[in-house]
């Protein structure tokens, strides 16, 4: 059963999640925190999220607050983790739940004296963790979601995967439709476009072939395309607009998360690679295809039953790499404009778009 169970969920006040740091595995961890809202029904539940994901849970009611890990600011450094575990320490919380795995996490909880400290036993910080949950190969077998969970159901909880779940502000829905109706794209159907992926160029199709596909279903369909990604995606977006013979709105590095987030939630369909705004369009329930290369769609594919997945089979994937060990990159070069736009097709029947 766990010893965790010696100490009655119902007599936690207090309770830090320590979300993880990427888009994507943020939100792959929402399952696994709407279970410890149920589990915890009666504390008071803080997110300690980096700015870059803290967005995705301001306006979940899986949580009361959020608390801001500036590990570019006022938190970097072993300084600024010592600054901030003195922070946490004030808050006054009886229990810490880490879904990040680093080490670093366990030592800022630690540091901070918050007495319960759960996580997965990696990155040898055994010793930081009061209830550590052993890692059995059968947690990364299965989706990430699933692999989250994990650590409750290491505790011997019975919870179950219900599925990904993001909200969306209203300030920040606002604000897409402004951005909608000054690109003219308000009263089109919508081609969400998500180029980028953080990975490596192992997870990133081809922006000319991107620019063939928004071709197609642009001029046929009469879409309004739009590009959405990060800053570092700003030069693949723009090679997608330059190659692409009809328009494209391109919003990359140009809105926050949250408007981001409003702007996936508006598309009619989202081609994408396996990034973090694939999970985002998922969390949405927008109808997606994805591409996949290196990467196992097993794990990190999009849940939900909108979400197509394109991926060559190949002896050599899922390798995991960022960058291709046999410098053929055939797993992305073999994905062609044809079957992307057949999985496209076949998606727009079943959604009646």
């Given at each position: 059963?766990?010893?965790f169970l010696q100490l009655e969920p119902g007599a936690v006040r207090r309770l830090l999640v320590r979300s993880a740091n990427w888009i994507g595995d943020a939100v792959m961890t929402t399952p696994a925190l709407k279970a410890v809202r149920e589990l915890f029904c009666n504390a008071e539940i803080t ?307």
């Amino acid at each position: 059963m766990g010893k965790f169970l010696q100490l009655e969920p119902g007599a936690v006040r207090r309770l830090l999640v320590r979300s993880a740091n990427w888009i994507g595995d943020a939100v792959m961890t929402t399952p696994a925190l709407k279970a410890v809202r149920e589990l915890f029904c009666n504390a008071e539940i803080t997110i300690l999220a980096k700015p870059l994901v803290a967005p995705l849970f301001e306006h979940s009611p899986r949580v009361d607050q959020v608390f801001i890990y500036d590990g570019e600011g006022r938190h970097r450094g072993i300084s600024g983790k010592l600054r901030l575990a003195a922070e946490l320490s004030k808050e006054g919380f009886d229990a810490a739940l880490l879904f990040q795995n680093a080490f670093e996490a366990a030592f800022i909880t630690a540091a901070a004296r918050i007495p319960v400290r759960i996580g997965f036993n990696t990155d040898a910080r055994g010793l930081l963790l009061t209830h550590p949950v052993k890692n059995p190969a059968r947690f990364k077998q299965g989706h990430h979601a699933d692999y989250y969970l994990g650590i409750l159901r290491g505790l011997g909880f019975e919870v179950s995967n219900s599925g990904l779940e993001l909200y969306v502000g209203d300030c920040d829905r606002r604000s897409a439709r402004g951005i909608l109706e000054r690109k003219g794209l308000a009263g089109k159907r919508r081609l969400g476009i998500s180029p980028g992926a953080t990975f490596g160029p192992a997870k990133q199709w081809y922006p000319e072939r991107y620019a063939e596909l928004v071709d197609r279903l642009c001029v046929r369909d009469n879409w309004g395309a739009v590009i959405l990604g990060g800053p570092g995606d700003l030069g693949t977006a723009e090679k997608i607009a330059r190659a692409a013979d009809t328009p494209v709105v391109n919003l990359c590095g140009s809105t926050s998360v949250g408007e981001a987030i409003a702007l996936v939630e508006k598309c009619d369909l989202f081609v994408t690679n396996d990034s973090g705004l694939m999970h985002v369009a998922a969390a949405l329930d927008v109808p997606l295809v994805a591409i996949f290369g290196s990467t196992n769609p097993v794990a990190t594919g999009p849940l939900g039953e909108k979400s197509r997945v394109v991926q060559v089979k190949l002896p050599c994937n899922p390798c995991l790499k960022p960058e291709c060990p046999y410098g053929h990159l055939d797993c992305m070069r073999r994905v062609t404009v044809d079957m992307v736009e057949a999985a496209v097709k076949s998606l727009c029947r079943e959604a009646g778009l």
